[in-house]
């Protein structure tokens, strides 16, 4: 296995470990001794060891909406560094504290794109850059409006996913 190729399956051991099997401990076994993670539109996530295991524990995994899905989109390999477009799907049927701190669920269904970059230190993921577009997120479950504001909701991921299937 090359080095891109090697990155690649280390970042989805990752996401295996946070989403289908929600084990914290093996999630950090993909990572350095000093990673963090930057959740950019909200500011969470964790810097360090001991930050970054505890918001793993007590704000994402195990944490995430029933029914989320990620659907991948694209895929960018560098000699360092994984860059992931993808889209994430779910009902707001819980707070997600991660993305929606403090907001209580809505019911509401959102679809949203979102880039991941890991940055790896050898075999090990050093840190995580997520973004995604909230003013998108707040329309779609109803907390903004989009008529006369330059935001959009729902149609962000879709047009992604009709761009990319056609």
Request: charged residues 25%; aromatic residues 10%.
């Amino acid at each position: 296995m090359t080095g891109p190729e090697k990155l690649g399956k280390i970042f989805d051991k990752h996401i295996e470990y946070e989403f289908d099997k929600e084990d914290v401990e093996a999630t950090m076994t993909t990572m350095t001794d000093e990673p963090y993670v930057h959740h950019v539109p909200t500011l969470a996530g964790g810097y360090g060891y001991d930050e970054v295991y505890s918001f793993y524990k007590n704000s994402f995994v195990g944490k995430m909406p029933k029914d989320i899905k990620i659907i991948p989109i694209s895929r960018t390999v560098g000699k360092d560094q994984v860059v992931d477009e993808i889209i994430i799907s779910f009902t707001h049927d819980r707070e997600i504290e991660y993305m929606l701190p403090g907001v209580e669920p809505t019911g509401k269904y959102v679809e949203i794109p979102h880039v991941v970059i890991m940055k790896f230190a050898g075999s090990k993921i050093a840190h995580e850059h997520i973004y995604w577009d909230q003013a998108s997120v707040l329309v779609q479950i109803g907390l903004i409006q989009e008529k006369n504001m330059p935001v959009t909701g729902i149609q962000q991921a879709r047009r992604i996913l009709d761009l990319c299937n056609n």
